[in-house]
């Protein structure tokens, strides 16, 4: 067994403070249930201090980054669930409809595909489209942003994913 | 949701549902003297591996297994809902795993759901619930 990671409460307003203007800026909502959401803000710290990146708090994680780089928050699945549930599925991030109190957040089911379904192919050369352009394209696998430059932006601007997140679109 | 039929074989996949399966008849047979904690509170039991707790309850609904964290705020609502229920069931808290039980417990579990989802309850290792959804939980525990 390994010992409980020690959490502080400076440690966990701090990242919240952070995600919740993150989140703002970029057009996402946290969840105003703080008590709730103070919670799930300490796994993501635990998740840091035991595998060094915060892994959802409300899935087991591999302990291997590039096993859980999509389950990382925020996730993959995370813009899918808030457009069909009003919810991420640790429900840390809601929707405008959940924030205005015009929806209630209720159970999410598994969006995660089974890790065979996981591996994706590079969608590099799998267009039918022949391009010729002057930068390759990169999207962000949590929000869809996209860019053209020579490589991925270290942050996205929109979500604040980090590099390790994008691929290469065209 | 209930276990599909097929699946991963026997062998490094259902050990611990079985080893949980084993000891709760053992304590039905009387066996083992009543664990030290008081309902819902977490107890020793012998024989069952040391990061697996048992929350002891008056209500016996055959083994039952809850996998979660103890930082996911949906696996507290789960072990609550347990707890106003009064089951007898088995707590595993993934926070606290080195990597070796790490991997057995994912391999465990995976006969239920391999996405990793939690919190996830096992319910007499053939009926398995993935969330915290009491309609779901108790259909299951039924």
């Given at each position: 067994m390994t010992e409980v990671q020690k959490v502080s409460d400076q440690e966990i307003a701090a990242l919240h403070e952070r995600l919740a203007r993150e989140a703002e800026e970029g057009g996402y909502h946290l969840n105003p249930d703080m008590p709730f959401v103070r919670g799930l803000v300490r796994g993501l710290i635990v998740n840091t201090k035991r595998y060094g990146y915060q892994s959802c708090p409300c899935r087991l994680a591999a302990g291997e980054k590039k096993a859980d780089l999509d389950i990382i928050c925020p996730c993959d699945y995370r813009d899918p669930d808030l457009g069909e549930y009003g919810a991420c599925y640790c429900a840390l991030y809601v929707s405008d409809e959940v924030l205005a109190g015009k929806r209630k957040v209720s159970s999410i089911p598994e969006r995660r595909p089974s890790p065979e379904a996981r591996i994706r192919p590079s969608l590099t050369g799998t267009t039918s489209v022949t391009l010729s352009l002057p930068y390759p394209i990169w999207r962000c696998r949590v929000c869809g942003y996209l860019c053209a430059r020579d490589g991925p932006p270290d942050v996205c601007p929109i979500c604040k994913a980090k590099k390790d997140r994008f691929e290469r679109f065209f | 949701m209930t276990l599909p039929a097929?699946?991963?074989?026997?062998?490094?996949?259902?050990p611990l549902l079985l080893v949980i399966a084993a000891a709760s008849l053992v304590l039905l047979a009387g066996c083992i003297t009543a664990p030290p904690g008081g309902q819902g509170q977490p107890a020793v039991t012998p024989g069952i591996p040391s990061y697996v707790q048992h929350m002891p309850g008056a209500v016996d609904r055959g083994s039952v297994l809850l996998v979660g964290r103890s930082s996911c705020p949906h696996c507290q609502n789960a072990k609550k809902i347990l707890a106003n229920l009064s089951v007898d069931y088995y707590w595993i808290d993934s926070d606290t795993l080195d990597q070796a039980n790490s991997t057995k417990v994912l391999q465990a579990v995976s006969v239920c759901s391999d996405t990793n989802y939690v919190p996830m309850l096992v319910v007499r290792g053939e009926k398995c619930v993935i969330g915290d959804n009491e309609t779901e939980i108790r259909s299951a525990l039924a």
């Open positions: - | 097929s699946g991963p074989g026997p062998a490094g996949v259902l």
